[in-house]
């Protein structure tokens, strides 16, 4: 996820280490290039390059930038590969704006080509220098800046926030659109930033913005004006009191249950983003003409391709061979070759037993595309394309957010491989919104009821199934309790014996699969089990289970997606009642790079 910051001072001065600093405050965020300007007079000075941020710092002396005003920003990669000229801030045609931008604009595409064709000067592929040509389009017609950005605004399609200057003008003007903006008011200077914790040193006099809103930065004070109707709107500051951390986890108690919570707006993110994306057609077509078809993962990467490879089943009738990465070389390598195609699924896109799976696949010719989050990551750079989670730096080592964009992904290229209309999956991010609020109080509730067993077992079938097998690894990853995850089928083909009095067993149902759910919830009941049923509301499973967890109504692959929500919840509940620290389980590290 991007970061940006801005700050416009009395006068010309050293900038260049509070914007390093602002820079280093963001990097949790995760990224990969950086860039800083400065603006004073007629003068901007632009230095940015791919890299950490003391080292882009120190080689290209960042510390000796002066100006009036300085923006800085960090990139994580989403249009355009990690390089120097995609990097942020952009510069305008003339080079008289520099600006940048945290989010996606999902039109980038068409509106680079608008651009040029109108005889801007286009430098990169990146969507942050679009949001720099959008209020450069208007400026040149001679509208006044905030009557530019107001139309900029309805022209950038997606989510994101923007800060600009220009020569010879002593402001900064930023807008919010679905990305995160806050803004700092000192002693005789003000700032912006995607987030309060990067502003908490400079002050706590802040001022939060909503979508839509405009504001302008000046030395003594801010402005805010509707994109709307372009009025002033009137609004006081608050002084916030929380240290860095509490405010890092964006007042979450930890960051697992900040980035559970954070699903909804990536998945939006992501959705916006495979909308937008020219890669998405060449890939589809591609798996349409394969011979055979691999999903290839390790642990909840390797779940969320299980769940893929039902949606492609279901929805576009179209067979998957989900593989556990390490198995790919004996199983699979001596059969596959040209006429194959792999999708390569990675978190981190680091992970060595993926890294290791995608060598042999490429040695044996097949076409080899990535999903992963972490752009720039090896991953990425070895395969022919990869496309992105858009989940930002996800700091807990167990998975979460990016789990549910990995399955938004895969139900998304099903739609696509199947030719159906993507609209109705633009119903998720509100359904996990609603998902998350109303399974809070019962998911805590069964926590407590539960938590005294270190044996458990989590079912599901069809799409549910891959939902059990990570629901079952979220509480053992951070409850150290012993979870076996299955298809709840193959329960009374052994563990049915495990039974005893009060032994949980979860299921995660799907609508359509409910019969064959009351049969499973059944044959455990009757033997003692304290059965949980994780679905829609229905009749069948409140007559049958001993525990019902409600979802919202929606198709059966999303409630099967929705279904992860509150065993994630579940998971963390569990950790904290047993005294653990969900975000840094022992034995475990969030990158796997040993065989
Ligand atoms: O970065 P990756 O997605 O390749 O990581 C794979 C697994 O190590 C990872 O999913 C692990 O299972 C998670 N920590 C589970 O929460």
Same mark, same amino acid.
């Given at each position: 996820?991007?970061?940006?910051?801005?700050?416009?001072?009395?006068?010309?001065?050293?900038?260049?280490?509070? @914007?390093?600093?602002?820079?280093?405050?963001?990097?949790?965020?995760?990224?990969?290039?950086?860039?800083? !300007?400065?603006?004073?007079?007629?003068?901007?000075?632009?230095?940015?390059?791919?890299?950490?941020?003391?080292?882009?710092?120190?080689?290209?002396?960042?510390?000796?930038?002066?100006?009036?005003?300085?923006?800085?920003?960090?990139?994580?990669?989403?249009?355009?590969?990690?390089?120097?000229?995609?990097?942020?801030?952009?510069?305008?045609?003339?080079?008289?704006?520099?600006?940048?931008?945290?989010?996606?604009?999902? +039109?980038?595409?068409?509106?680079?080509?608008?651009?040029?064709?109108?005889?801007?000067?286009?430098?990169?592929?990146?969507?942050?220098?679009?949001?720099?040509?959008?209020?450069?389009?208007?400026?040149?017609?001679?509208?006044?800046?905030?009557?530019?950005?107001?139309?900029?605004?309805?022209?950038?399609?997606?989510?994101?926030?923007?800060?600009?200057?220009?020569?010879?003008?002593?402001?900064?003007?930023?807008?919010?659109?679905?990305?995160? @903006?806050?803004?700092?008011?000192?002693?005789?200077?003000?700032?912006?930033?995607?987030?309060?914790?990067?502003?908490?040193?400079?002050?706590?006099?802040?001022?939060?913005?909503?979508?839509?809103?405009?504001?302008?930065?000046?030395?003594?004070?801010?402005?805010?004006?509707?994109?709307?109707?372009?009025?002033?709107?009137?609004?006081?500051?608050?002084?916030?009191?929380?240290?860095?951390?509490?405010?890092?986890?964006?007042?979450?108690?930890?960051?697992?249950?900040?980035?559970?919570?954070?699903?909804?707006?990536?998945?939006?993110?992501?959705?916006?983003?495979?909308?937008?994306?020219?890669?998405?057609?060449?890939?589809?077509?591609?798996?349409? +003409?394969?011979?055979?078809?691999?999903?290839?993962?390790?642990?909840?990467?390797?779940?969320?391709?299980?769940?893929?490879?039902?949606?492609?089943?279901?929805?576009?009738?179209?067979?998957?061979?989900?593989?556990?990465?390490?198995?790919?070389?004996?199983?699979?390598?001596?059969?596959?070759?040209?006429?194959?195609?792999?999708?390569?699924?990675?978190?981190?896109?680091?992970?060595?037993?993926?890294?290791? !799976?995608?060598?042999?696949?490429?040695?044996?010719?097949?076409?080899?595309?990535?999903?992963?989050?972490?752009?720039?990551?090896?991953?990425?750079?070895?395969?022919?394309?990869?496309?992105?989670?858009?989940?930002?730096?996800?700091?807990?080592?167990?998975?979460?957010?990016?789990?549910?964009?990995?399955?938004?992904?895969?139900?998304?290229?099903?739609?696509? @491989?199947?030719?159906?209309?993507?609209?109705?999956?633009?119903?998720?991010?509100?359904?996990?919104?609603?998902?998350?609020?109303?399974?809070?109080?019962?998911?805590?509730?069964?926590?407590?009821?539960?938590?005294?067993?270190?044996?458990?077992?989590?079912?599901?079938?069809?799409?549910?199934?891959?939902?059990?097998?990570?629901?079952?690894?979220?509480?053992?990853?951070?409850?150290? !309790?012993?979870?076996?995850?299955?298809?709840?089928?193959?329960?009374?083909?052994?563990?049915?014996?495990?039974?005893?009095?009060?032994?949980?067993?979860?299921?995660?149902?799907?609508?359509?699969?409910?019969?064959?759910?009351?049969?499973?919830?059944?044959?455990?009941?009757?033997?003692?089990?304290?059965?949980?049923?994780?679905?829609?509301?229905?009749?069948?499973?409140?007559?049958?289970?001993?525990?019902?967890?409600?979802?919202?109504?929606?198709?059966?692959?999303?409630?099967?997606?929705?279904?992860?929500?509150?065993?994630?919840?579940?998971?963390?509940?569990?950790?904290?009642?047993?005294?653990?620290?969900?975000?840094?389980?022992?034995?475990?590290?969030?990158?796997?790079?040993?065989?």
């Amino acid at each position: 996820m991007c970061g940006i910051f801005g700050i416009v001072t009395q006068k010309e001065q050293p900038l260049g280490q509070i @914007l390093t600093d602002a820079a280093e405050r963001l990097t949790y965020r995760g990224y990969d290039s950086v860039g800083a !300007a400065t603006l004073s007079g007629a003068k901007i000075d632009l230095r940015k390059d791919v890299g950490r941020v003391k080292d882009v710092a120190a080689q290209y002396h960042f510390a000796e930038m002066t100006g009036q005003r300085g923006i800085t920003q960090l990139r994580w990669a989403t249009f355009g590969e990690p390089s120097q000229v995609n990097s942020q801030p952009h510069l305008d045609s003339d080079g008289d704006l520099v600006g940048a931008h945290n989010g996606n604009v999902v +039109n980038n595409v068409e509106l680079r080509q608008q651009f040029m064709a109108e005889g801007m000067t286009v430098r990169s592929m990146n969507d942050g220098e679009s949001c720099v040509h959008a209020v450069e389009r208007y400026l040149n017609r001679g509208e006044d800046f905030i009557q530019a950005i107001r139309h900029a605004y309805h022209d950038l399609q997606g989510d994101y926030s923007f800060v600009i200057g220009r020569i010879n003008d002593d402001k900064l003007y930023a807008f919010k659109k679905g990305s995160g @903006l806050v803004v700092g008011l000192g002693e005789d200077f003000t700032c912006v930033s995607s987030d309060l914790p990067s502003l908490l040193p400079l002050t706590r006099k802040i001022m939060r913005l909503n979508d839509g809103e405009i504001i302008t930065l000046a030395a003594d004070g801010v402005e805010l004006h509707s994109v709307q109707n372009g009025c002033l709107i009137l609004r006081e500051p608050e002084t916030v009191t929380e240290t860095m951390n509490a405010v890092q986890k964006g007042g979450y108690a930890h960051f697992m249950l900040k980035e559970i919570h954070e699903q909804a707006q990536v998945a939006r993110e992501v959705l916006n983003m495979l909308n937008g994306s020219p890669d998405v057609a060449a890939v589809i077509e591609k798996m349409k +003409n394969a011979r055979n078809l691999y999903f290839i993962g390790c642990g909840t990467s390797y779940h969320a391709c299980l769940a893929g490879a039902v949606y492609f089943a279901q929805l576009a009738g179209r067979a998957v061979i989900p593989v556990l990465a390490p198995q790919f070389a004996p199983q699979y390598a001596p059969t596959v070759g040209a006429q194959d195609v792999g999708l390569f699924v990675s978190q981190s896109g680091e992970t060595k037993d993926v890294l290791n !799976a995608l060598q042999v696949a490429e040695e044996k010719g097949m076409t080899c595309y990535g999903l992963a989050n972490v752009i720039g990551s090896t991953l990425t750079k070895a395969t022919v394309c990869a496309l992105p989670l858009c989940c930002g730096y996800e700091i807990s080592v167990p998975a979460t957010k990016t789990f549910t964009n990995q399955v938004v992904t895969f139900l998304y290229l099903a739609y696509r @491989l199947a030719g159906r209309d993507t609209a109705e999956l633009e119903t998720i991010p509100a359904l996990m919104t609603q998902t998350l609020e109303t399974v809070a109080a019962p998911v805590e509730a069964l926590a407590q009821k539960i938590n005294a067993w270190s044996d458990l077992y989590s079912l599901g079938y069809g799409a549910t199934y891959a939902i059990a097998l990570e629901g079952a690894l979220k509480l053992k990853e951070i409850t150290y !309790a012993h979870c076996e995850g299955m298809l709840s089928t193959e329960f009374k083909h052994g563990p049915l014996s495990a039974v005893t009095k009060g032994l949980p067993i979860i299921f995660s149902v799907a609508p359509g699969d409910v019969p064959l759910i009351v049969s499973g919830l059944n044959e455990v009941t009757c033997r003692g089990a304290y059965a949980v049923a994780i679905g829609q509301d229905d009749p069948r499973l409140r007559a049958n289970a001993s525990d019902v967890i409600i979802l919202p109504d929606s198709t059966p692959q999303i409630a099967a997606l929705l279904a992860v929500l509150p065993l994630q919840l579940l998971s963390y509940h569990m950790s904290l009642l047993r005294g653990f620290d969900p975000d840094f389980p022992r034995n475990l590290s969030k990158t796997l790079t040993v065989d």
